[in-house]
């Protein structure tokens, strides 16, 4: 085992945090992918210890996770994982709402901690990381705000090494890496993956140490730690050369590298 994998995976929707919390705050009610949840040993959901058993769609897993933490003013919760894939060690997860300043939307948080297997560990993170956003949508949906769709067949990987890097990626051929801009992250290039996988190339994005779902790390940002991140990206992948695009500070990258 290396140390825990760190899932961590934030969502806009376009209503009030009030309005969300209402139904997400449920934790005993199906208002994600789950389905036929209830209550194993108390009445009381929302009571620290409470247990939920639930099941996945097209699943034969029984999912079972506890309540460890409640905050109503908050506008959060925090669970652990009773019972689940024998792969994810020690799961535990929070989520939360935040109201955005000057707007009437919200800003979903939702992180999640397990340990897995070394071989395993970018499956489970790509997993686990996908299930967070769809749900995200599926909140989205059921608040009736207009529900972002999430492109098919990209896949997402979590590059082992320090820091782990997260990379999304689809197609075959020749490679095409993105580069994002200071504050964005690998997924604002989602419909640009899709583009260019239609047109025999291998397109591809990377979130940077520090950013969206890769891994930190220690001391100062510099352009050569950066650009040895794009290395391991161009190792991962087997090739010798490599197109680039970047917006903003990508663009920066791009002509460093």
């Known amino acids: 085992m290396n140390k825990p994998l760190h899932i961590n995976v934030i969502g806009i929707i376009r209503a009030p945090s009030a309005d969300i919390w209402k139904i997400a705050r449920n934790f005993s009610q199906s208002w994600d992918l789950s389905s036929s949840c209830r209550l194993e040993n108390i009445k009381d959901e929302h009571q620290i210890g409470a247990v939920r058993q639930f099941f996945v769609p097209d699943d034969e897993q029984v999912y079972a996770e506890r309540l460890i933490e409640f905050n109503d003013s908050e506008q959060s919760y925090r669970y652990s ?41 970018s499956s489970v993170w790509s997993q686990v990381e996908t299930v967070y956003r769809t749900n995200i949508q599926t ?17 997402h990987v979590l590059l082992s090494g320090e820091p782990r890097l997260a990379v ?35 397109a591809a994005s990377i979130d940077y140490r520090g950013y969206g779902a890769s891994g930190d790390y220690n001391g100062p940002l510099t352009e050569d730690a950066l650009c040895s991140d794009i290395e391991r990206v161009r190792e991962y992948f087997k090739v010798e050369q490599l197109h680039l695009v970047g917006q903003s500070m990508g663009s920066w990258l791009a002509l460093n590298y």
């Open 139 to 155: 909140l989205a949906a059921r608040c009736g705000c207009a529900n972002l769709e999430i492109p098919d067949g990209i896949e």
């Open 81 to 121: 994982m009773e019972r689940g894939p024998d792969h994810l060690i020690g799961y535990q997860s929070r989520l939360q709402f935040k109201t955005i300043p000057g707007k009437d939307w919200t800003m979903v948080v939702w992180d999640g901690y397990c340990s897995a297997p070394k071989e395993q560990q």
């Open 168 to 202: 999304s990626y689809k197609g075959s051929g020749e490679l095409c890496l993105f580069l994002h801009g200071i504050g964005n992250n690998r997924l604002t290039w989602q419909n640009q993956l899709v583009a260019l996988s239609s047109l025999s190339l291998c």
